[in-house]
């Protein structure tokens, strides 16, 4: 049994908790305000002020995370907000710059990464703060072991909300593959494209495009597109249950180091399988067999598509259940905040 915290979570302030389309991040702050609730801990939220969230809320008064001005206000909110209430933590999913007021203080301070850290300031602010009050956080082994090199950092994986996501034991022989994410080469989205073409299996696209890409889309999406490869733009939650459920295997062609990845573990709450590039965390969310493949390129992911009736959708579904749902991930958290309490 936790002892009952009082918790001080932040998240960054363009996009409201929890988000309507696009925000990651967000819904795993949602989701851990929820989960903190149910078990009796007392929650502040720092995000936008337009969050719809069950606990007390205060929206930041700098609007833009990158803008120096914004930044220097949200510091003082933050550390205006900490001086008047007594938290027994501060755990930060935003920037983390805002923590910088409060590196004197001996409360614990935990500041999660679910992108690529930068190390110079980790170790300014690893250096600046009260010895053994801020640790980090990745949401893969593959983020936290490049903080470690630089400051104390565990891996505390991302989650789904396993609630939202309706178990599809079985999909027919025609059912297609699916692309979820944002349009562009580094998700590999004509790359999926190809693994379908040349599996003669349907494919549905789904996802933004951010401004920039539209003519990666124009060019290398369009013109494959057809009754066969759809694009069918955003979805919100209802949409995307619908659309992973249907689906007989998610595609991961990432040409990065993608830190997570929460729509693998979405794919697989539905029992659908995830076929992913080695490449960032997919080594780490998809066990090889059990509920996906890992590989190589694109030939490696022609082959594993055609191996997909092999896998167990349960199987694939007790994956997420076991490892990567909201409820397993939030007590995580809790246990680091236990250990940093009382040490």
């Known amino acids: 049994m936790h002892k009952k915290l009082k918790i001080l979570l932040t998240a960054d302030p363009e996009i409201p908790v929890p988000p309507v ?19 009796g801990h007392e929650v502040h939220l720092m995000a ?32 205006s907000i900490f001086l008047t209430n007594k938290f027994d933590v501060v755990h ?29 300031q980790i170790s300014k602010a690893h250096h600046l703060a009260k010895t053994g009050s801020l640790v980090f956080t990745g949401c893969s082994k593959y983020i936290s072991d490049k903080i470690s090199s630089v400051a104390t950092a565990y891996p505390i994986h991302n989650f789904t909300e396993m609630e939202k996501f309706s178990f599809v034991p079985n999909v027919g022989s025609d059912a297609p593959l699916v692309f ?28 933004n495009i951010p401004p920039d890409k539209q003519s990666y889309f124009d060019q290398m999406i369009v013109p494959h597109l057809n009754n066969d490869i759809q694009y069918i733009g955003q ?28 729509v693998m573990a979405e794919a697989m709450a539905c029992g659908t399988p995830v076929i992913g590039f080695r490449r960032g965390a997919v080594p ?26 092999i896998l167990n959708r349960f199987s694939v579904r007790l994956s997420v259940e076991n490892r990567f749902s909201a409820t397993v991930i939030a007590n995580q958290y809790l246990n680091l905040y236990k250990s940093l309490i009382t040490s």
């Not at 719809?52 to 909110?77: A, I, P, Y």
């Open 21 to 39: 389309h696009y925000g990651g991040i967000e819904r795993i702050v949602d989701a851990l305000v929820k989960e903190f609730t149910l078990l």
């Open 235 to 262: 979805v919100n939650d209802v949409q995307k249950n619908e659309l992973l459920g249907k689906c007989s295997a998610f595609l991961m062609p990432i040409t990065w180091e993608e830190p997570f990845g929460i």
């Open 48 to 79: 936008h002020p337009e969050s719809q969230v069950s606990v007390k809320l205060s929206g930041w008064k700098g609007k833009e995370s990158q803008n120096q001005w914004d930044t220097f206000k949200n510091m003082g909110q933050l550390a």
């Open 284 to 309: 780490e969310v998809v066990e090889h067999g059990n509920n996906g493949f890992v590989c190589d390129d694109v030939d490696g992911m022609i082959n594993y598509v055609n191996q997909i009736d």
């Open 92 to 120: 930060s999913f935003s920037r983390l710059a805002y923590l910088f007021p409060l590196l004197k203080f001996g409360i614990p301070k935990i500041m999660s990464y679910q992108r690529e850290p930068s190390l110079a």
């Open 180 to 207: 979820l994410g944002r349009i562009e080469p580094i998700k590999g989205t004509d790359l999926a494209i190809e693994v379908a073409q040349k599996t003669n299996r349907k494919l549905i696209i789904a996802g």
